[in-house]
């Protein structure tokens, strides 16, 4: 599966922005879709990730202010950004995740888009 991320750019701190993370394939046999960032200087994070059940998690730092969601119909997984703050700032990367039965996870990835919020 090929993912391409988009809806990346220049905010202000305080304004919104939406990813969006298009498949080439179905997303309904993942277990998990999922975004990452990584900052300049920093290591690569999970953001936010939602389950095939469409259960979500966060991470603390964007709790409240981020949301998944996921749209099988059209392959297509979203991250809805609100209240963007400076420290946002970083490439965001889309994420698909398939758990084998011997407990492997693969991953996929796309390219990331980048995302950045001006204080």
């Known amino acids: 599966v090929q993912l391409q991320a988009s809806g990346g750019g220049l905010v202000q701190a305080g304004g919104s922005l939406r990813l969006s993370c298009a498949a080439s394939?179905?997303?309904?046999?993942?277990?998990?879709m999922a975004w990452y960032r990584q900052a300049p200087g920093k290591q690569r994070e999970l953001v936010a990730v939602?389950?095939?059940?469409?259960?979500?998690n966060y991470a603390d730092s964007v709790k409240g202010r981020f949301t998944i969601s996921r749209d099988n119909a059209n392959n297509t997984v979203y991250l809805q950004m609100n209240s963007l703050k400076a420290e946002d700032t970083a490439v965001y990367y889309c994420?698909?995740?398939?758990?084998?039965?011997?407990?492997?996870?693969?991953?996929?990835w796309g390219q990331g888009t980048l995302v950045t919020v001006s204080s």
């Open positions: 994420n698909a995740q398939l758990f084998r039965s011997w407990g492997q996870r693969d991953d996929y």
């Open positions: 939602i389950g095939s059940g469409s259960s979500t």
């Open positions: 394939g179905s997303i309904f046999r993942f277990d998990a």
